[in-house]
């Protein structure tokens, strides 16, 4: 039985990961498949700019990624002291390139929250989304998901898209990157 990532995970042990996202249903994920005589190749520069997009947002660096036909490899690294030293205004800013913002996070980011209870609320909330910003679940969901509404639009189907797997990477692995 497949263990939860967020047990997998152990910064004290290694902030490198890497991170499989296998097609699932013998989808095609880029390249040409000869069966269906489909070019998907156009898939890999989707892959591509939402990593280049994620890896500015979130606290994670890609080390290395490869796309294969049916699946990706992303080594991330996890920098856990980048996203302790943002500003409440700068994990806002990151937050809201992916995803909207709640009212009193946005009245609390333009001084309009004068209880204290407001601004505790807004503050708990946008360390929420600080400790999001270095995790891998939320970046690979971020990735994945993209891309998997895109490929299924393109397909004309629904459902899942990706499998997954999670391995803690060896730094003699990194070494060369």
């Known amino acids: 039985m497949p263990i939860p990532r967020k047990q997998q995970i152990s910064l004290s042990d290694t902030p490198f990961y890497h991170c499989i996202s296998r097609c699932v249903r013998r989808t095609f994920l880029c390249g040409?498949?000869?069966a269906a005589n489909k070019d998907y190749s156009h898939r890999k520069q989707w892959i591509i700019e939402r990593l280049a997009?994620?890896?500015?947002t979130f606290a994670i660096e890609v080390c290395a990624f490869a796309i294969m036909s049916?699946?990706?490899?992303?080594?991330?690294?996890?920098?856990?002291?980048?996203?302790?030293?943002w500003s409440d205004e700068q994990v806002i800013q990151r937050w809201e390139q992916l995803f909207s913002i709640p009212v009193l996070v946005e009245r609390y980011f333009n001084g309009e929250c004068h209880s204290e209870a407001e601004q505790h609320?807004?503050?708990e909330t946008?360390?929420?989304f600080r400790h999001r910003l270095m995790d891998i679940s939320w970046f690979m969901r971020c990735l994945n998901e993209s891309i998997a509404r895109q490929a299924n639009a393109e397909d004309k189907c629904t459902?899942?898209?990706?499998?997954?797997?999670?391995?803690?990477?060896?730094?003699a692995y990194i070494t060369s990157m």
Do not use: C, M, Q, Y
């Not at 990706?72 to 980048?82: M, Q, S, Y």
């Not at 459902?159 to 730094?171: E, H, Q, S, Y």
């Open 32 to 34: 040409i498949d000869r």
């Open 53 to 56: 997009l994620l890896s500015n």
């Open 70 to 85: 049916n699946h990706t490899h992303t080594v991330l690294k996890i920098n856990e002291h980048f996203a302790l030293d």
């Open 121 to 123: 609320k807004a503050r």
């Open 126 to 128: 946008i360390d929420v």
């Open 159 to 171: 459902g899942r898209f990706w499998d997954r797997f999670l391995r803690p990477a060896k730094p």
